[in-house]
T-cell receptor, first 112, second 112 residues
């Protein structure tokens, strides 16, 4: 059973809307990364947070933003949703910025 | 541009068969290579490889890395229906930030 929990598990949004996805890291983990996995593809790195600061970002536009809180839980926010944003969003946490990650079960977002 | 390529994209075998999954990569600042099994949502960790030529083994699964030729293989012997899943290869890069670069995965289906 994974120690990383994500909510909600499924979500349907309309194009142009905004969405917030949540992640509760495994106990003791201070680093969190978010990945987008489109259908039939491997996960793509969105960004990473370490001790509440963004310390790395993949090739995603600014409408993808995030937060990490003092308890190391995290949010992924996506503004102005597009149909191509439909994907499984995975959160992964680690106890240090350069150690292996534990993945959550993901949030499946559908944009219609 | 960093890339990780997996082959084959999909594979159908019968129980008891042996399969070999391939992963080749071109990644700057290589740190390690990981294999994951993804059945429904959360990728589950199988192996982490950092050194060439050292086989990692867990039950019927084994994996090896060749850092000179830039590839890794994952072998599954005596396959079972429970091995049916998508197998993801990820290379850890420390270029810019510590991140995983995933391949598209190999979808394995094991028939009874």
């Amino acid at each position: 059973e994974t120690g990383v929990t994500q909510s909600p598990t499924h979500l349907i949004k309309t194009r142009g809307q905004q969405v917030t996805l949540r992640c509760s890291s495994q106990s003791g983990h201070n680093t969190v990364s978010w990945y987008q996995q489109a259908l039939g593809q491997g996960p793509q790195f969105i960004f990473q947070y370490y001790r509440e600061e963004e310390n790395g970002r993949g090739n995603f536009p600014p409408r993808f933003s995030g937060l990490q809180f003092p308890n190391y839980s995290s949010e992924l926010n996506v503004n102005a949703l597009e149909l191509d944003d439909s994907a499984l969003y995975l959160c992964a946490s680690s106890f240090a910025a350069n150690y292996g990650y534990t993945f959550g079960s993901g949030t499946r977002l559908t944009v219609v | 541009e960093d890339k990780v390529v997996q082959s084959p994209l999909s594979l159908v075998v019968h129980e008891g068969d042996t399969v070999t999954l391939n992963c080749s990569y071109e990644v700057t600042n290589f740190r390690s290579l990981l294999w994951y099994k993804q059945e429904k949502k959360a990728p589950t960790f199988l192996f982490m490889l950092t050194s060439s030529g050292i086989e990692k083994k867990s039950g019927r699964l084994s994996s090896i890395l060749d850092k000179k030729e830039l590839f890794s293989i994952l072998n599954i012997t005596a396959t079972q229906t429970g091995d049916s899943a998508v197998y993801l290869c990820a290379v850890v890069s420390t270029s810019g930030t510590y991140k995983y670069i995933f391949g598209t995965g190999t979808r394995l289906k094991v028939l009874a």
